[in-house]
């Protein structure tokens, strides 16, 4: 079945259920994905549509040998390669608070050489609160605020998520979790699983966490209540300037038979570790300016020896994000 993209959103208030649309395979329009996000989470010109409270940072990433030998990648020769990091807070909203328990991201972007580059945003669960772009659309969709109430209508919502079970995993996730004390000591997952190729040929799929070399902190929910609404962002030009903050690059193994085309199934647990290198945050940008602020994350972009798993979702978020970054250009980048 062949349908107009723009009129997705038609079906799902019409004839076609949320659900249905979220099981179906109907190509995604990413200008409409973007427009849904914005029609459910807020429009805030200027601003990231998605990780919009966000703060630049610089810093170096070093490859190890366990990283040379799963693959070619120049990103692991082990020489001293410069990051374009962004620290974030989940949401649309700029001025979303530090102190819940919501979703944190890491982008960064690997400046290589060769005019290669690596680009990821990563994000402080294992798993993705959607499994295809279809499900997230259908997602969005169903929780847009209605008009005369401003609020989503919760026996859609519920109605969806019993249809759609795994879309809940994500929040449980980030709910079992205290409030983290700091951008720098919370675990990052790049959430997709990736191929790895090495220079005999090999290929290892896996699926990879940057962990805080000095452990993850979190707060007490009295402790995040006294801290406020925004403390992140000097808490880490703080531990910067202290020299504190580096992440270990992990990578756990896919063995045959893992499922790697779902970003709400995370490996089994027990799968061998590797560390790939370690990461080192060096400076952080005065508020709304740096180098992250043109930067278009797309986690489609990866040097030669890494590439992409057949995980619908990864795919699917490079074209959305151009859009983003056209419409938050166009507005004047803010962060
Ligand atoms: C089809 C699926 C997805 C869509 C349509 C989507 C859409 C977006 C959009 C529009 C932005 C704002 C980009 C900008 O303004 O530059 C964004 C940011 C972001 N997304 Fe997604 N996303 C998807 C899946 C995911 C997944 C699976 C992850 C988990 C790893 C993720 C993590 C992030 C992060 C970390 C950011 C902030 C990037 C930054 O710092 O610029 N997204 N997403």
Redesign the pocket.
């Known amino acids: 079945m062949k349908i107009p993209l723009l009129s997705a959103l038609t079906l799902i208030g019409t004839s076609f259920s949320a659900s249905a649309f979220a099981q179906s395979q109907m190509p995604i329009n990413p200008v409409a994905?973007?427009n849904q996000?914005e029609a459910t989470n807020g429009k805030f010109d200027g601003y990231?549509?998605?990780?919009a409270k966000?703060i630049c940072a610089t810093g170096e990433f070093t490859g190890s040998p366990e990283g040379r030998a799963l693959s070619s990648a120049s990103v692991f020769s082990g020489k001293r390669i410069p990051v374009v990091a962004?620290f974030?807070v989940g949401g649309a909203n700029p001025k979303a608070a530090d102190n819940t328990k919501s979703q944190r991201?890491?982008?960064l972007q690997f400046t290589l050489p060769n005019g290669e580059q690596w680009l990821m945003?990563?994000?402080s669960a294992p798993i993705?609160g959607?499994a295809t772009?279809q499900q997230?659309m259908a997602l969005l969709a169903v929780r847009q605020p209605d008009p005369a109430t401003k609020a989503p209508d919760p026996i859609k919502v519920k109605a969806f998520n019993d249809a759609n079970p795994e879309v809940l995993l994500q929040g449980k996730y980030l709910a079992s979790q205290p409030v983290p004390a700091s951008f720098a000591s919370v675990n990052y997952?790049?959430?997709?699983a990736f191929g790895f190729t090495n220079p005999s040929g090999v290929k290892q799929f896996g699926k990879w966490i940057f962990e805080p070399v000095n452990g993850t902190q979190g707060l007490s929910d009295e402790e995040a209540k006294e801290k406020g609404a925004s403390f992140l962002f000097d808490d880490l030009r703080q531990r910067v300037k202290e020299g504190k903050v580096a992440f270990n690059f992990n990578l756990e193994l896919a063995q045959p038979g893992d499922q790697l085309d779902n970003?709400t199934v995370p490996l089994p647990e027990g799968r061998k570790k590797i560390n790939l290198g370690v990461l080192k945050i060096t400076s952080v940008s005065e508020d709304d300016k740096g180098a992250?602020l043109t930067?278009?994350?797309n986690?489609m972009v990866m040097p030669k020896g890494v590439e992409p798993s057949n995980d619908p979702?990864?795919s699917?978020?490079a074209a959305?994000?151009a859009?983003?970054?056209g419409r938050?250009l166009s507005e004047g980048a803010k962060q």
Do not use: D, E
């Not at 990231?48 to 990780?51: A, D, F, L």
């Open positions: 994905m973007v996000f990231r549509r998605s990780g966000g962004r974030s991201n890491m982008s945003g990563n994000i993705f959607s772009p997230l997952w790049g959430v997709h970003a992250c930067v278009n994350y986690p979702m990864l699917a978020r959305p994000y859009v983003a970054l938050r």
